[in-house]
């Protein structure tokens, strides 16, 4: 049964940065890829991240890139969603998951407000 809990949302100013974490169970976590997501407020879920399984590839939408950075710990099955120089429009809920989906947390919300 996959597990996924994100962590480390929060309230913060424009041109702030957080961290966010995803700790995961139930599968081999470093056989696959992992993924972030995001909800904007009244949209659908968006892809904004990935890396590969042994984390030496990693990719970007567009809006995030060169602000964003995602990385795992295959030791700690866990995945990291640096996010540097935050912008309102990355108001949303943020997930996590592996290519399959087969279930998804509950997400963290972050707020960028101005």
């Known amino acids: 049964q996959v597990h996924l809990v994100e962590s480390g949302g929060g309230l913060v100013e424009p041109g702030g940065s957080l961290r966010l974490s995803c700790t995961t169970s139930g599968y081999r976590f470093g056989d696959y890829p992992m993924r972030w997501y995001r909800r904007p407020p009244g949209k659908e879920r968006e892809l904004v991240a990935s890396?590969?399984?042994?984390?030496?590839?990693?990719d970007y939408a567009p809006s995030v890139k060169s602000r964003f950075t995602v990385s795992r710990d295959n030791a700690k099955n866990t995945a990291y969603l640096q996010m540097d120089n935050l912008k309102p429009d990355d108001t949303a809920v943020y997930y996590c998951n592996e290519p399959r989906r087969q279930f998804w947390g509950r997400g963290t919300q972050v707020t960028v407000s101005s």
């Open positions: 890396i590969n399984a042994q984390g030496s590839i990693t």
